[in-house]
């Protein structure tokens, strides 16, 4: 226990537990419930907390990396021997007079060759009550210590000037403090299965990536299955488990679900390997209803699930959000944890835009059954998608791999509430994966066209937006279970049914007949690409590359190339 026992030493708990049991988790339920830090709501074993005002969304701000070198233009880094400094100085007393628990968890399956096993310390709660639905809790992380990452978490004084994410990726060490929310402090997730994972995968030969896992049952080929990367916010948790339009339902389409945030992706005989290493979700919550989302109210309403900063339904005792396709309760508590009698909506949101829900994946009434297999699964496509109001099409298909990268280093998105900063504003977050990497931009991107090269053949590579908006700031597509739309066309175009895409300045799009677009939504509102709006984007582009210097893959740079001289042309 000693890459433990030094960080309990510094935080000096009055007492340690250590969480393996069910029924220890079921005292610590009634804990929160005793102390007032939850309430349990009616859905069946489902505890409601609410935090922090300045502490409801994951920190960019605070979130380093302890490196003594340069990683480039989105890593924050702190020199190592400053960075444990900062360690000894945030943390030193920490716990006093609090318990610390340490939850050993494994991510991936038990029996798989993939699974990593780590090992967190936390005062918190909640932390350990989200962590057992996330991860699987498991004394096996305590046998192998030594390879375990190690979390440790405390909430100290909660001051949000000393609010910290430090990673020692190297190291297999991740500090987190001043927060109890989400992102920042359920170490298994981006800390551990994407940015320690995705440098163990650079130097392994694999991948770990922001995407959801999810199979299209379909009367084309059968079985397809897609990852996809979408910037926070943005629709994985919604398209990994989506239920297609009642017209597409009828003529034999469904979904599974694998995973809806995180995937390690290995390379094998010249194929792609999913696997999700999560156990449950931590999903959006406004915006879900039966209607855009049944599967996930499903899984939500089979209980066992933690809410937070949901607003609540006083007299049904219910979670409640906006978009959850329910009228205002006649008496509401916030987020904020303030009672309202008839509510008006310009009060509001009364449940944060960034609440959430963490619901345990066994839930999901469409999980595919290979979620827990060692096998994993076999990639056909891989999809990108963003949040753009305007310019960037509903769909396209990369020209080749080189390509694909070049646009997935290159996407750019609305921030939304799941980011601090001003929803809305447009950034870029290359492969949706801005706020996680752990090691220097330019070398990731090599990474990916490494793997590339590995793979016969390589796997389609397709660019999404659901959200383009007509001139009243309405959204010009459906989405949801009418995103199976492009999802058929994806199908079409890899198997070689669909042969009439046109070359745009954006990759391949579907000529007009070839998608089927619901009726009254226009072809031209989703595919008009403005020629000078992309020769700006290309500008934006060129920045990029030249700010990589050095570690700017010549592959890049021609496709850059080649992208420029297309605009010329029509021009
Ligand atoms: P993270 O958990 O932060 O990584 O988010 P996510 O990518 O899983 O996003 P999620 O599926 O939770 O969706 C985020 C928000 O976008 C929710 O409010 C959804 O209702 C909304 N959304 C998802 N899919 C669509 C879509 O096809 N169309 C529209 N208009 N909104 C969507
Ligand atoms: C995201 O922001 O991408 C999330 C939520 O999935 S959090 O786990 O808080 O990072
Ligand atoms: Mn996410």
Redesign the pocket.
């Known amino acids: 226990m000693d890459r433990i026992k030094k960080y309990i030493d510094l935080c000096n708990p009055e007492e340690v537990q250590v969480i393996t049991q069910e029924n220890q988790l079921k005292e610590l339920k009634n804990f929160v419930i005793k102390t007032g830090l939850a309430r349990r709501l009616s859905v069946p074993d489902s505890l409601w907390f609410c935090s922090n005002p300045h502490d409801v969304a994951r920190s960019e701000e605070a979130t380093v990396v302890a490196s003594d070198r340069d990683l480039g233009p989105y890593i924050k880094t702190v020199p190592v021997n400053e960075a444990r400094c900062l360690v000894k100085e945030l943390f030193e007393n920490s716990m006093a007079s609090r318990v610390a628990y340490i939850v050993p968890y494994v991510m991936g399956s038990l029996d798989s060759d993939i699974k990593k096993f780590g090992v967190t310390l936390t005062d918190s709660p909640y932390v350990v009550l989200n962590m057992a639905i996330l991860n699987k809790v498991t004394d096996e992380a305590l046998k192998s210590l030594d390879s375990a990452v190690i979390g440790v978490h405390s909430m100290a004084s909660m001051d949000p000037t000393k609010k910290k994410i430090i990673h020692f990726i190297e190291d297999l060490e991740v500090f987190s403090v001043n927060t109890n929310y989400g992102g920042n402090v359920l170490t298994g997730k981006k800390c551990f299965s994407l940015r320690i994972a995705s440098s163990l995968g650079r130097a392994q030969g694999w991948l770990a990536e922001h995407m959801l896992v999810s199979v299209v049952h379909n009367p084309i080929c059968g079985r397809f299955v897609f990852t996809a990367a979408?910037p926070?916010?943005?629709?994985?948790?919604?398209?990994a488990m989506m239920n297609p339009s009642e017209e597409y339902a009828r003529k034999g389409w469904s979904v599974t679900c694998g995973g809806?945030?995180i995937a390690w992706i290995f390379p094998k005989a010249g194929r792609l390997f999913a696997y999700n290493p999560e156990y449950g979700f931590?999903?959006?919550a406004?915006?879900?209803s039966e209607s855009?989302n049944p599967n996930f109210m499903s899984a939500i309403l089979k209980g066992g699930c933690i809410f937070t900063n949901t607003a609540v339904d006083e007299e049904l005792n219910l979670p409640w959000w906006e978009?959850i396709g329910k009228p205002y309760p006649h008496k509401i508590r916030t987020w904020r944890n303030e009672v309202i009698i008839n509510p008006n909506k310009e009060e509001g949101p009364f449940a944060h835009p960034n609440s959430r829900v963490t619901v345990p994946i066994e839930n999901c009434p469409v999980l595919d059954p290979l979620w827990r297999s060692s096998e994993g699964f076999e990639i056909d496509a891989i999809l990108f998608g963003c949040r753009r109001a305007a310019g960037y099409p509903l769909v396209f298909k990369a020209r080749n791999w080189a390509e694909a990268v070049y646009f997935a280093a290159t996407l750019k998105s609305e921030r939304t509430s799941?980011q601090e900063g001003t929803v809305g504003v447009l950034r870029h977050d290359p492969f949706a994966m801005r706020p996680f990497f752990s090691y220097h931009i330019g070398d990731y991107l090599r990474h990916w066209l490494t793997i590339g090269e590995s793979l016969s053949p390589q796997p389609s590579v397709y660019f999404v937006n659901?959200?383009r908006k007509d001139s009243n700031s309405m959204?010009v597509w459906p989405?949801?279970g009418e995103?199976i739309r492009v999802l058929e066309w994806v199908i079409k175009t890899t198997k070689g049914v669909s042969t009439a895409c046109i070359d745009s300045l954006y990759g391949l799009i579907p000529a007009r007949d070839d998608l089927s677009l619901p009726e009254g939504v226009l072809y031209e509102h989703l595919f008009t690409i403005d020629v000078d709006d992309f020769e700006k984007e290309l500008e934006e582009n060129e920045h990029f590359l030249k700010a990589l210097g050095s570690k700017c893959p010549e592959e890049l740079w021609s496709v850059h190339e080649s992208l420029k001289a297309m605009c010329k042309k029509v021009l």
């Open positions: 979408l926070s916010a943005c629709g994985k948790t919604n398209l809806d945030d931590f999903g959006v406004p915006g879900t855009s978009g799941a659901w959200f959204f989405g949801f995103n």
